[in-house]
């Protein structure tokens, strides 16, 4: 027989699904954050707004996760859309 899904679980489960609602991550507890980071991962949804999410945290162990996988913000160069001209 299978065991239930613990309330952690379905909770993590229903954060990676409404991730474009949340707009703070420091105040869930390290152990929670890095279980849901890792869930992210292998979900294939870590994108830059989330990683943000999880960098604002500043919560130690997240940021040596992150730094340890290389994972970095990426920098899009923004190009003036007109120029000015000046005489």
């Given at each position: 027989?299978?065991?239930?899904?613990?309330?952690?679980?379905?909770?993590?489960?229903?954060?990676?699904?409404?991730?474009?609602?949340?707009?703070?991550?420091?105040?869930?507890?390290?152990?929670?954050?890095l279980?849901l980071?890792?869930?992210?991962?292998?979900a294939?949804?870590?994108?830059?707004?989330?990683?943000?999410l999880?960098?604002?945290?500043?919560?130690?162990?997240?940021?040596s996760?992150?730094e340890?996988?290389?994972?970095?913000?990426?920098?899009?160069?923004?190009?003036p859309?007109?120029?000015?001209?000046?005489?």
């Amino acid at each position: 027989m299978r065991n239930p899904p613990t309330l952690l679980s379905l909770t993590i489960d229903s954060a990676l699904i409404n991730f474009s609602t949340i707009s703070d991550l420091s105040f869930v507890p390290e152990h929670i954050l890095l279980e849901l980071f890792v869930r992210t991962l292998k979900a294939g949804k870590l994108n830059e707004k989330i990683l943000k999410l999880f960098v604002a945290t500043g919560k130690e162990e997240i940021l040596s996760v992150i730094e340890s996988l290389n994972i970095q913000h990426i920098l899009v160069p923004v190009l003036p859309t007109r120029k000015l001209f000046r005489h």
